[in-house]
Structures are given as C-alpha cells and as structure tokens.
DNA sequence: CAAATCTAGCTAGATTGTCTAGCTAACTTA
DNA sequence: TAAGTTAGCTAGACAATCTAGCTAGATTTG
C-alpha cells in the first residue's frame, strides 16, 4: 500500500526526470552551438575524447548510426580539424579516430559552466545525501540503458 | 584496485549526469522506433499529451523548430491519424491541436516500462531520500535549463 | 598456399526533416 | 479604415542520415 504522503515526492522525481531527459536534447543542441556543430558531431567528439581508440565502424556504433554515415561524419570533423585520421599499427583496413588537443580543450571549455555548476551543487550537498543522489543516478541510467536497448517488440 | 565508489561522489554525480543526458537521446530513439514515428514528432505528441491546448506555434517553440517545419510536422501526426486540428473559438488564424485518445494510449504504454521501473526505484527509496533526489533533480534541470538557454556568446 | 569469406571503410544517390522566404487570412491598434 | 502584427501554410533549398554496392586488407579453410 503506497501512502498518500510519498505519491507526491514519487511523481515529482518522475516528472523532473522526464523534463531532465526532454532538456538533455536542448542542452546538446546548445553545447553543439556553442562549437559551431551539428549535435551529432559534438557526441562523436565527446565518445572520442574518452580516450578508448576507435575507428570509424566503432564510432557508429557509439552513435548508432551507419558506418556510411559516420564516415562522412568523420570526413566533417577531419575537415574542421577536429580528429585526424590515424593508420591502424596492425590492420591495414582499420583507421584510428585521433582528437585534436584544440578540440579537447574546446570542448571541455564550452562544456565548463555546466560542469562547475553540477559540482558546485553536488558539493552543496552533505556528503550522505550526495551518495544518495550518485546512488540514484546511477540506478537511473541502468534503468534507462535497458530500455533504449530493449527491442522494439518483445521477441 | 580502485572501484567506482572510491571515487570523489561530486565526480561519480557529474558523469552519472553526462551519461544520463547521452543516454536521453537513445531513449527518445528508442521510444520513436516503438511508435513507429521519428524522435521529433514523438517529443511533440509528448508536448501535446500534457493536455495544455497549443497550436502550431506553440508547438514548434517548445520543440525549438520553426513554425514552418511545425506545420509539415503536425501535417505527419495528422497523416498518421495521431493528431486532429480543430478549428480555435475565438481566433480564426489559429489552430488547436488535439491528440487523438488511440495516440495518448500508445505513447502512454510504450512508456510504461520506463515509468514503472523509475517509480519502483522512488518508491524504494525512504521519503526522506526520495526529498533529497527530487530536490536534486529540480536544481539540476534548473541549470540545464540556463546553460540551454544561454547564447553562445555572451554579449 | 590459394580460394572463399569476412570486415573496415569509402562513394554515390535516395530519403527525410528542418530551414529560409514569402504568402494569405485574421486579429489588433491608432 | 489603414497599418502593423500574428498564426499558419506552401515551395524550394539544404543538411544529415540511409541503402546499396564497391575496394582492400584480414581471416579461415580445403
């Protein structure tokens, strides 16, 4: 039996999640305006600045888009000057993505007010209630993971 | 061997958030490929499901597109037979947008999964904390909110 | 070791969705 | 009533992804 009292702090989280999720959209659109971008390039650049090498297969898959429409993607970001297109060491076929440190720090700078903003509000927090909120988020992103991986129709 | 929880919670908060806002755009796809509809006209069915009356304009502002792909957008979910246009009342230019009942049940259970699993995860969790995350979350769409709405240059 | 198969990446052309430009009709104001 | 504003639409341009199909290098197999 749900009690009256906590139905409303239930569907408050619900709610902020879901104009959380509806703003991530704005929130890359804006970030991608900021470099002068198209949003899907600037989550190319934030994949590859993780600094797990890849190639350009590897990349659509990240973006789940075609390895056809990530090379042309990459023929974009290499033609700004953002990734350079290394030789693979070992596999002649294979093509390493490499970020430019220019970009890097571009992207770190236009990101930097959200960041600072997020940690100082974190660091608001006394630390037991941070580890709920980390606790949650990181529930939230498993629960999230599982649903854009499910298929559309249960087989 | 250092895991995820010795690292500082404001870091673990911070990349939570990145990946969960990384991850909204899966989960918008993900919700598009179940209604078989693209991920726009999906977020608008979702503007025009919270019941608020709104017409073309209305809509390509809150989806920040303009009001001429607004129009090509609702003549899709008319098509589709998801949306009606009636005629306004009192303003003859205008249109209001309505979403047909078969639409709101559709989008309504593709969700489901979604919403269930973020509510059981709430209700799991003591009031007291539940307060503490749902404060959390309204902070952090509030600053999502502004680093969205901030121009690209400060002028 | 040579043939068949697979994989990474690319090119070309079709498709889709948003954009700009510009229009009409209806509302508002001086 | 004339001028300006607003809601919505149409037409055509543009940008990004898609499908189809190709080449070259890697892997497997008889």
Do not use: C, W
């Amino acid at each position: 039996m749900t009690s009256v009292e906590d139905r409303p702090v239930a569907l408050r989280v619900n709610l902020a999640l879901r104009e959380l999720l509806a703003l991530a959209h704005d929130v890359q659109v804006a970030l991608a305006r900021r470099l002068g971008l198209g949003a899907t390039d600037v989550q190319a650049l934030q994949h590859l600045a993780t600094g797990v090498p890849m190639g350009t297969v590897d990349l659509a898959h990240a973006l789940k888009i075609r390895s056809a429409s990530a090379t042309v993607l990459v023929d974009r970001l290499e033609a700004a000057g953002h990734v350079r297109r290394d030789p693979h060491p070992r596999d002649g076929r294979r093509v390493t993505l490499v970020v430019s440190e220019a970009a890097r720090v571009e992207v770190r700078a236009a990101l930097a007010p959200l960041v600072d903003a997020i940690t100082r509000l974190t660091d608001g927090l006394p630390p037991e209630q941070a580890e709920v909120v980390a606790r949650f988020l990181g529930d939230t992103t498993e629960i999230l993971r599982t649903y854009a991986a499910e298929p559309p129709e249960a087989g």
